[in-house]
């Protein structure tokens, strides 16, 4: 069977080439539009179908050189760092801190479900955390960014359960949202039954202008410079402090990320509360999602699906699991915490949206939820200001104590 090896150089424009396919086919086919389902994972996943389909007829092999994998994966996880502003989240009030705690109780609960069941079906419980929040709360990012540790502990597959995780996760938390947050309005009779009846809300004018479209910046060369400049020195840095915590707690195993993500967090802060500097954050969100594209792509399409042959029943169980625990968490935990009525069902559709998969889908569940009903505006507050700003943060620093303690 033929080997091609691919350089760093090679390895990148083929990810490239794969985004900008995966960016098409989103735009013509409407189930990856309606799923939220990410460019670089459309276009990366259906490449490593076809790498897995000339794998196994022997056709050929491919391998590729991921250095910039891992630059980028640095640089995404960076840049999540510089949105840990604890003045944002002050502002934000008592709302936004009660979704946070209850946030981070759905990762601690995924990552319990998870190992719990995998030790009872038999499978390393490690394999069984690449179910949990790395894939359902964390996303294809975090997926793709914390299988490697995993891998390196001698765990074959993580990749590729992560990953597969983390699509299910996405459709389902679309499925889903919507659904609930509609049961919890009928049955607790949230709005009355006179509005629901006889009232058609105009959701266009009843949503905030700068919901709908945010004021398009005019491009500023110099700042995105300094945000590029800002990310590479909390990268440098923080690669210091990631060796320091590492001879400090050996037996910790961190990835390689923490250090940069923690560094950017005080960057951000000291900006939001000193004259020392100023954080361009507008342009580094902008860099956030370029190094996330393509980090991702590539993380895609280097799946090797041959490893999911043997745990596919396993894997379908542990899914399975995760589906009951969020309906379940969301119904008598989320919604009851957030107030029991309208605002809280509204964040339950949210909720679901990124506690299964990303905050683009909890955006989307919210707002198919709110074009039936009404506009709810602390749910629009608080779900993306969790789910885009902390909630990544938090979720890797609770995934690595979960992986040292059972490594």
Known sequence: MFELKMDMIQTISLSVILLIIGMRLRTKIKFFEKYCIPSPVIGGFLFSIIAFILRQTNIITIKFETTLQ?????????????????????????????????????????????IFLSQLIGINPLLGLMTGSTPMTGGHGTSAAIAPTIEALGIKGAGTVAIASATFGLIAGS???????????????????????????????????????????????????????????????????????TKLLPAMNFPIYIGPMIIAAIMRNISDNSEMFTAPTREISVLEDVSLNLFLAMALMSLKLWELIDLAIPMLILLVAQVVLIYLYLNFITFKAMGSDYDAAVIVSGHCGFGLGATPNGISNMKSVCEKYKYSKIAFFVVPVVGALFIDFANVSLITLFISFFK
């Open 175 to 245: 499925m889903m949202g919507g659904p609930i947050a509609n049961k919890l309005i009928l049955k607790h009779k949230l709005l009355g039954n006179e509005t629901l009846l006889h009232e058609k809300h105009d959701y266009n004018s009843d949503i905030d202008e700068n919901v709908l479209k945010k004021p398009e910046p005019a491009l500023n060369a110099e700042r995105f410079s300094m945000a590029f400049f800002f990310i590479l020195i909390a990268m440098g840095i923080g690669s210091y402090l990631s060796i320091f915590i």
């Open 70 to 114: 891992t630059f980028f994966m640095v640089m995404f996880f960076t840049s999540v760092g510089f949105n840990a502003s604890l003045k944002v989240l002050k502002k934000g009030g008592k709302k936004v801190l009660i979704f946070l705690f209850l946030a981070i109780g759905l990762c601690f609960a995924q990552n319990v479900v998870a």
